[in-house]
């Protein structure tokens, strides 16, 4: 392959949108053009051929004047660029000075570097500290407010002293629950990418969370409804204590969101293989907040259905996200720390499970934990029955 030939592949091979972009005089904008655009670009802009007018391909404001900065002052200038559309991309704009061509034109590389992740990521770590320091400033007022009125005039009167000391405990306890789903969640998330090796049988431990679970319930005569599936143990892959921690997050918000007297139901099924089959009520919006890769894995699957108010279609995306509270349900007996479901999630996520909502207004929720089995099933796929 001749020598411009190649260095044309390479370019046009680069991951990153290039454009080599020509310049007449400052006031001329339509003597701008893009003389080479890679395939890269071309996606981008979508546009079609590799020369054309500037202005046909790109008309942010930002982006022109870095080339024009690059092109007529000879500077290299940065800049950023977002695409419209359904999914939208930061891009990072850097225009660089080539000098003059042999015709004396004069020449500016365009380049484009993606950088969509990290401003997420940028964005969630502001929110995530904004959040933390919320959470916790609220319990530390109220526990300074107190402290101050038991200093006052409350210090003589046993009767306020007792009820402010207990809000006080009941504060001080909340930002324990805080910190701990804190440490928590930044520990699973240290090691999300490392798949757990341990084997652990899912009938005795979600047995045993359903127990302690009991009395929990039994204080808004609420019955946990346990249905074992009929093999006497599933062996799932995964961190003992970690699976715990799923199993009692989704009973604990099943019975938090559940009215008085309900019932829920805490159903185990194994040898799954097909898991958009083994999914929810019929008519009833379900949504994927953790989509195991695909693979032929042989799944477990632990549904919790509770009888609560149900959540709106529109605000399910957002269940797993950290301190978000659905609308009209942040407080009195149902308040929590808001990290219950980003917990499961990176647990799931860790464990190359799957965790599924199925919830609308009125009608309840379903969540749907898939957990990988570590051998196959003694008993036929989905085999289900009724505790006695």
């Given at each position: 392959?001749?020598?411009?030939?190649?260095?044309?592949?390479?370019?046009?091979?680069?991951?990153?949108?290039?454009?080599?972009?020509?310049?007449?005089?400052?006031?001329?904008?339509?003597?701008?053009?893009?003389?080479?655009?890679?395939?890269?670009?071309?996606?981008?802009?979508?546009?079609?051929?590799?020369?054309?007018?500037?202005?046909?391909?790109?008309?942010?404001?930002?982006?022109?004047?870095?080339?024009?900065?690059?092109?007529?002052?000879?500077?290299?200038?940065?800049?950023?660029?977002?695409?419209?559309?359904?999914?939208?991309?930061?891009?990072?704009?850097?225009?660089?000075?080539?000098?003059?061509?042999?015709?004396?034109?004069?020449?500016?590389?365009?380049?484009?570097?993606?950088?969509?992740?990290?401003?997420?990521?940028?964005?969630?770590?502001?929110?995530?500290?904004?959040?933390?320091?919320?959470?916790?400033?609220?319990?530390?007022?109220?526990?300074?407010?107190?402290?101050?009125?038991?200093?006052?005039?409350?210090?003589?009167?046993?009767?306020?002293?007792?009820?402010?000391?207990?809000?006080?405990?009941?504060?001080?306890?909340?930002?324990?629950?805080?910190?701990?789903?804190?440490?928590?969640?930044?520990?699973?998330?240290?090691?999300?990418?490392?798949?757990?090796?341990?084997?652990?049988?899912?009938?005795?431990?979600?047995?045993?969370?359903?127990?302690?679970?009991?009395?929990?319930?039994?204080?808004?005569?609420?019955?946990?409804?346990?249905r074992p599936c009929a093999a006497g143990s599933v062996s799932v892959r995964g961190e003992r204590d970690q699976i715990v921690q799923v199993v009692q997050n989704l009973i604990?918000?099943?019975?938090?969101?559940?009215?008085?007297?309900?019932?829920?139901?805490?159903?185990?099924?194994?040898?799954?293989?097909?898991?958009?089959?083994?999914?929810?009520?019929?008519?009833?919006?379900?949504?994927?907040?953790?989509?195991?890769?695909?693979?032929?894995?042989?799944?477990?699957?632990?549904?919790?259905?509770?009888?609560?108010?149900?959540?709106?279609?529109?605000?399910?995306?957002?269940?797993?996200?950290?301190?978000?509270?659905?609308?009209?349900?942040?407080?009195?007996?149902?308040?929590?720390?808001?990290?219950?479901?980003?917990?499961?999630?990176?647990?799931?996520?860790?464990?190359?499970?799957?965790?599924?909502?199925?919830?609308?207004?009125?009608?309840?929720?379903?969540?749907?934990?898939?957990?990988?089995?570590?051998?196959?099933?003694?008993?036929?796929?989905?085999?289900?029955?009724?505790?006695?």
């Open positions: 392959m001749p020598a411009p030939q190649l260095y044309a592949a390479l370019v046009d091979a680069l991951p990153d949108p290039i454009l080599v972009v020509t310049g007449l005089e400052r006031d001329d904008l339509t003597g701008r053009r893009y003389i080479l655009a890679n395939a890269a670009a071309r996606e981008l802009l979508r546009i079609t051929a590799e020369e054309g007018m500037l202005l046909s391909a790109v008309r942010d404001p930002e982006v022109l004047g870095a080339v024009d900065r690059a092109l007529f002052d000879e500077a290299d200038t940065e800049g950023f660029y977002e695409t419209t559309g359904a999914q939208t991309r930061s891009l990072r704009v850097r225009a660089r000075s080539l000098g003059r061509g042999l015709d004396g034109t004069r020449l500016a590389l365009l380049t484009f570097h993606d950088e969509t992740e990290v401003r997420r990521v940028e964005r969630t770590r502001v929110d995530f500290l904004a959040n933390a320091s919320h959470e916790l400033r609220t319990p530390l007022a109220s526990l300074s407010g107190f402290i101050e009125t038991l200093r006052g005039h409350a210090k003589d009167d046993p009767a306020a002293r007792d009820k402010f000391l207990g809000i006080m405990q009941a504060q001080a306890d909340r930002m324990a629950r805080l910190i701990a789903d804190l440490t928590s969640l930044s520990r699973i998330e240290l090691d999300e990418h490392v798949a757990p090796k341990g084997v652990v049988d899912l009938v005795l431990l979600v047995g045993e969370v359903v127990e302690a679970a009991a009395p929990l319930g039994a204080q808004r005569r609420i019955k946990l409804d346990w604990d918000n099943a019975i938090k969101y559940s009215p008085d007297g309900a019932a829920v139901r805490v159903e185990l099924q194994s040898g799954l293989t097909d898991l958009a089959a083994a999914a929810s009520p019929e008519g009833v919006p379900r949504l994927s907040l953790v989509a195991p890769d695909p693979s032929a894995e042989t799944y477990a699957s632990l549904r919790i259905v509770d009888l609560g108010p149900g959540i709106a279609r529109q605000n399910l995306p957002r269940l797993s996200e950290r301190f978000y509270r659905v609308d009209g349900q942040k407080s009195g007996a149902r308040s929590g720390t808001g990290l219950g479901l980003a917990i499961v999630k990176h647990i799931m996520n860790r464990h190359r499970g799957g965790l599924v909502v199925a919830s609308a207004e009125g009608e309840g929720s379903t969540f749907t934990a898939y957990f990988p089995m570590a051998s196959a099933p003694d008993v036929p796929p989905g085999g289900v029955v009724k505790a006695s």
